[in-house]
């Protein structure tokens, strides 16, 4: 673990660090790397560790997905999602895992609380986590979950939901949906506010989070009063919208060229991928449930925070995200960490900006339940 003196500094260099800027009409608040003034480079501890990888990558054999259904190189890729990150947590954080009903199956759940709200009904706090529909853990989004049942004075529910592609859309999603439903039907037995009730996930876990305050929507239900995005996924479709268009050139690479276009290649890649394993025909692409950016209407929202990463595909779509739901009469703040790409939030006490983010969702919800 690098948690330090040298890494508490980074931390809050990070909160005072920002700087606001206008992109399309809208405003982007920026996160500047927290020790060195340098634009368009990896922070040096994504360097460090994307350098590192790409040295064992030489060496190890990789699946070759010429040679592989898009099956079975799916659920090879889950053999290399996550990664070992650290509490940075410093009080007692009560966890309990639970198994909870839902419509098709029985669904685990890790419950976090923090000992300090012990017999207060406190907001809510309902993750899922990243991993491409088709892989990520519990475990991986553990300390994460942590910070921001600390921070936050609140208790999370991290979700466990069915993973494809054993699993297609919609199966991952209605249960994610289900356990909305159970911490607003049970709130008071987990010391939880049923009125103050938010979503969050990363990447996947993003786009199942915003998906879920949609149907909440369309439902009436009315039960999600916050979401907190971070680099989810909007556009599973790669549509062409008239604010969102994908280009190479709205990324400012000054340094790091070879690693960062390798990572932004990457994820662009696998498109098709995720439309063949998770959807899987069952719905088309471009339906508001699975590209919530191509959804005609997107007013009665809950307040949204979307956190985007620098020199992530996804970050242009994040924007759109954003914007577009700005327009629709949501208030919305849109976030980016300079010197990140995809899955830092994986990178608990080694990336600052890790923490941070998990620091600005809990400040987010902080205010928007205030009471």
Known sequence: ????EVYEQWVKSLQERTEVVERKGSEVIIKRLPDTDSVGELDPRVYEINAEAAKAMAGAEFPDPSQMDMVSFALKMREFMGWKNFDVTT?????EARMIPGTDVEIPVRIYTPAAVAGRQVPAMIF???????GGTLDVVENPCKV???????????????????????????????????VYANAESIGV???QIAVSGDSAGGNLATVCAMKDRDQGTNMIKYQALIYPTTNMAGTTTDDFAWTIDQYTINNHQ??????????GGSTKMLEHVYVQGNEHVEHPYLSPLLAEDLSGMPEALVISAEFDYLR????????????AGVKTSCMQY??????????????????????????GMKRVFAS
């Open 1 to 4: 673990m690098v948690k330090n």
């Open 91 to 95: 009080t007692e954080i009560r966890t």
């Open 128 to 134: 899922f986590h990243g991993g491409g529909f088709m």
């Open 148 to 182: 921001i049942a600390e921070r936050a004075e609140a208790v999370v529910v991290s979700v466990d939901y069915r993973l494809a592609p054993e699993h297609a859309y919609p199966a991952g999603l209605t249960d994610c949906f289900d356990v909305v439903k159970w």
């Open 193 to 195: 506010n049923r009125e």
């Open 258 to 267: 070879e690693l960062i276009m390798g990572g932004l290649m990457g994820m």
């Open 316 to 327: 242009l779509e994040n924007e759109a995200y954003a914007r577009k739901l700005e327009r």
């Open 338 to 363: 300079s010197g990140m790409d995809h899955a830092f939030m994986d990178k608990m006490g080694q990336y600052p900006q890790a923490e941070d983010c998990m620091n600005e969702i809990a400040k």
